[in-house]
């Protein structure tokens, strides 16, 4: 699989409404559709073409930094060079990752409980489902890459995922741009400042179980913590020139300074 096919998307399990405001982070320009339960983030760029950053890693980055501005995990479908993958993002947990060759071969050396995680953390049937899932992982003449991505995809309908028409694993970036742009209830998502974004972002928390985090002690601590956590990052992804991890790390510092400034503002109401 040549540059010219290389590609990817992002699997929010959540509604656009909610995907919305954690995508709006990212500071890329994405295109945003329902897919059943779920949504899916398309790039309408190539950012891992001329960077240091293939498109796997790209879009791992930006997974996990959608992952931790929600408390929904995030699928990262990649393929590029005859390798397909996908890396499951869920908050502040280790990634779950699994990739294969162009003949649809374990590519690397893949956690072996990689399957089980993905099973668990997105409700899939842990008997029928996983073993389906563990069935990908071993060896089958007649597979290729893009035909196990496509078998995740096909469990992952029994979880309420329908992707619109065209977006399709293995498929170009611009032909993903193109059929995501004609999709039903397709939107843009683009940077729209901090301001913007962190409204948008309490808005969300506040109408979802981590509410009872926005004021107090616990507030003020996570707040510090993820500070802690972000501001390292950012630095260390800035040397390295990673925007996926940049991300990330914006996210947790945005994130940090946001819970602190809107703590503080309550307690003055």
């Known amino acids: 699989m040549s540059q010219t096919t290389a590609g990817g998307l992002l699997l929010c399990r959540a509604e656009p409404l909610a995907a919305r405001p954690a995508a709006h982070i990212l500071r890329e320009r994405l295109l945003?559709?329902?897919?059943g339960e779920w949504s899916v983030l398309v790039p309408e760029a190539k950012p891992w073409l001329g960077g240091a950053e293939s498109v796997a890693e790209v879009l791992a980055g930006w997974g996990a930094a959608v992952a931790l501005s929600s408390n929904w995990p995030v699928l990262s479908l990649w393929w590029e060079e005859g390798r397909?993958?996908?890396?499951?993002?869920?908050?502040?947990?280790?990634?779950?990752?699994y990739a294969w060759d162009a003949e649809g071969r374990p590519h690397g050396e893949p956690d072996p409980d990689t399957m089980r995680v993905l099973a668990a953390?997105?409700?899939?049937?842990?008997?029928?489902?996983?073993?389906?899932?563990?069935?990908?992982?071993?060896?089958?003449?007649?597979?290729?890459?893009?035909?196990r991505l496509l078998g995740v995809i096909a469990l992952l309908a029994r979880a309420g995922l329908a992707l619109p028409a065209g977006l399709n694993p293995g498929e170009p970036a611009d032909r993903l741009r193109e059929a995501a742009r004609v999709a039903p209830a397709?939107?843009?998502?683009?940077?729209?400042?901090?301001r913007d974004t962190v409204r948008a972002e309490l808005a969300v928390v506040e109408d979802s179980p981590l509410g009872p985090w926005l004021r107090g002690p616990k507030a003020r601590l996570a707040g510090a913590a993820q500070l802690a956590a972000g501001a390292p990052l950012m630095l260390w992804a800035a040397r390295r020139r990673s925007p996926g991890w940049l991300a990330a790390g914006t996210v947790l510092v945005a994130h940090g300074a946001a819970a602190l400034a809107y703590d503080r503002a309550r307690r003055r109401v």
């Open 32 to 35: 945003l559709a329902p897919a």
């Open 84 to 97: 397909t993958g996908f890396v499951l993002s869920s908050g502040f947990r280790r990634s779950a990752a």
């Open 121 to 147: 953390r997105l409700g899939l049937d842990p008997v029928l489902d996983l073993e389906e899932l563990e069935r990908l992982t071993r060896p089958d003449p007649a597979a290729d890459g893009a035909s």
């Open 186 to 194: 397709a939107e843009r998502v683009e940077w729209a400042g901090w």
